[in-house]
């Protein structure tokens, strides 16, 4: 007897239905063809002892498994409840009756339980996409499945409930989760607050900048000064997620099995901070079976960098076209798969490495020469594509002890978004231009028109502080987003001003 089951591949942040044939005939052996991994060849052993200890039997004859289409690689065990279920309706121990109704994944423990899958949104948009009634998978996934509406989603333990369900001996109780509801309400949940910062007011007025703008960022200062505890602030002041950006990052992590039982959708913006030893492929996504890297984990959100002179430099390099394109492509020989990848850059660093140059009260203790050999290790093209360069110096003890309140974060937010409205506002005919920081030199040029006391300020900076030519497009970016914030239609000098003090790393002679 020939029956039919579907299941899904996925393949970037898209899916592709899978058709799997189970045909049973006179004869001993299991076969598997249409191009399956070792996972899915093993799959045999999973099924046999996960039926037998279910109460259901393996059938003693020839059994075929065609996985079409043929001439896609399938990978992995989420097949498991999917071949499993045709082997029952094959072999006639439940109803083929509305098989053809659902899709069902899942990965199956030796006692017919079900382990979690990867991809279950994905999966579920393509199910809807194609009409199917239904998605059957194992309850741990049900959450993030269920926001897709128009599609019954059943969480299952075991195989004996779904084999039960197509029998009609039982019913399966479907997954309901209100996404409007689940979005709003923790669109602004995090955990940290710019109120628990005390003092370093000049680095939190670069990073509502840099929130302001979409620029990206980096912070140099001695151990102890807080750059990190400032980064890992920074995404409660970007403007929350809107539903479709919270979806687009929800496929990401549930491409990347990232999501929690809990979860369903992603509805506050991404912070991801990889350790330096992190490798070229776990950065920027790949692999023989590609996966998402951390660049596009941080997709919507924020990629902070800690220690960066300390990352790879050929890690550091192969971040530098995701920057400029905001996506990520990843090639093979038969498939390409693109994962979207836009996120602000914030760094960090010791000016030295022993972390005390240009400290207002300790020494640094490096040898000549070392600061400028360990600033190199940053090369140019990257550092081109860091608009605000901020020194972070130590709170001193006066401003630790404080009992006064610092700014709330939802107070910079909503200037935040006042600024981000204006730029939509002048972005509106350019659909993929959100932000000051993604405008290319031309309009630059025509957008970022200063006065001619301002070209005579930046002129004069340009020659006094002997900032590069690279610094110019930069400052008049930033400068832009400063005048937002102002609520200025004009870059008046002010705002110039404080543009050119956050240019730190191009003033020749920083490390000599």
């Given at each position: ?7 899904s ?23 598997v ?8 060849k ?10 037998k200890n279910?109460g259901?039997r ?19 065990s ?13 072999s ?9 109704k ?10 017919g339980g079900?382990q ?7 999966i579920?948009i ?8 239904g ?5 741990q996934n ?22 039960d ?7 399966l109780v ?5 996404t409007?509801?689940?979005f ?12 628990e ?5 000049n680095?939190?007025r670069?990073?509502?900048?840099a929130a ?5 960022v980096i ?23 809107s539903?479709?950006?919270s979806?687009e990052?929800?496929?990401?992590h549930?491409?990347?099995?990232k999501?929690?039982t809990?979860d369903?959708?992603?509805t506050?913006r991404?912070?991801?901070s ?16 590609p ?17 960066l ?21 990843i090639?093979?020989a038969k ?5 979207p ?29 070392t ?5 190199s290790?940053?090369s ?8 605000l ?7 001193n003890?006066?401003?630790?002890s404080?009992e ?9 937010r909503?200037r ?6 204006k ?6 005919n350019?659909p ?5 920081a993604?405008m290319?030199?031309?309009?630059v ?40 914030l102002?609520g ?10 404080e543009a ?11 490390a000599?």
């Open positions: 007897m020939l029956v039919k089951t579907f299941g591949a996925v393949y970037g942040i898209e899916a592709i239905t899978i058709t799997v044939e189970v045909n049973i005939a006179p004869g001993t052996k299991y076969f063809v249409g191009l399956p991994d070792v996972a899915i093993e799959s045999y052993f999973r099924i046999e002892s996960a039926l279910c259901y393996m059938p003693r004859q020839q059994v075929v498994v065609n996985m079409a289409p043929a001439d896609i690689k399938k990978e992995g989420a097949y498991d409840l999917t071949i499993a279920t045709g082997v029952l309706a094959a006639g121990q439940i109803e083929t009756e509305n098989l053809d659902y899709l069902i994944m899942g990965e199956l423990s030796l006692d079900l979690p899958i990867k991809g279950a949104l994905p579920a393509q199910a809807r996409k194609e009409k199917y009634k998605f059957i998978l194992p309850k049900a959450r993030e499945a269920a926001i897709v509406n128009d599609l019954e989603v059943y969480g299952v333990d075991n195989i004996k409930q779904v084999a369900f197509f029998n009609g001996t039982a019913q479907q997954e309901v989760v209100d409007r509801d689940e709003y309400n923790s669109l602004t949940a995090y955990d940290s607050d710019f109120s910062v005390r003092g370093q007011e680095i939190k670069a990073l509502e900048i302001a703008g979409g620029h990206n912070l140099i200062g001695p151990p102890g000064a807080g750059k990190t505890m400032l980064a890992r602030r920074l995404p409660s002041i970007l403007p929350p997620l539903l479709y950006e979806l990052t929800t496929k990401i549930s491409v990347a099995g999501l929690s809990a369903a959708l992603v506050t991404p912070f991801r990889p350790h330096h030893t992190i490798s070229d492929v776990a950065l920027v996504g790949g692999g023989s079976n996966q998402p890297g951390e660049i596009s984990l941080a997709h919507n959100g924020v990629l902070f960098l800690d220690e002179p300390e990352f790879k430099r050929s890690a550091l390099e192969v971040m530098r076209q995701p920057l400029e394109e905001r996506r990520v492509t090639s093979r498939f390409t798969v693109d994962y990848s836009s996120f602000m850059l914030v760094a960090s660093m010791n000016p030295c490495p022993c972390g005390y140059y240009n400290h207002p009260e300790k020494d640094c203790i490096c040898p000549p020469g600061v400028q050999k360990y600033l290790k940053i140019g093209p990257l550092l081109d594509r860091i608009d360069h901020v020194e972070v110096t130590p709170v003890f006066t401003e630790l404080s006064r309140l610092a700014e709330k974060s939802e107070f910079i909503e935040v978004i006042k600024a981000r409205d730029q939509a506002e002048r972005f509106g350019k993929d231009l959100h932000a000051n993604q290319s030199p031309q309009m040029r025509e957008i970022c028109k200063i006065s001619a006391a301002g070209q005579n300020l930046l002129k004069k900076a340009m020659e006094k502080l002997g900032l590069s030519a690279r610094a110019y497009d930069r400052i008049l970016k930033v400068s832009r987003t400063i005048a937002d102002a200025s239609d004009e870059i008046q000098l002010e705002h110039l001003a050119i003090h956050f240019r730190s790393l191009d003033r020749e002679g920083w000599g």
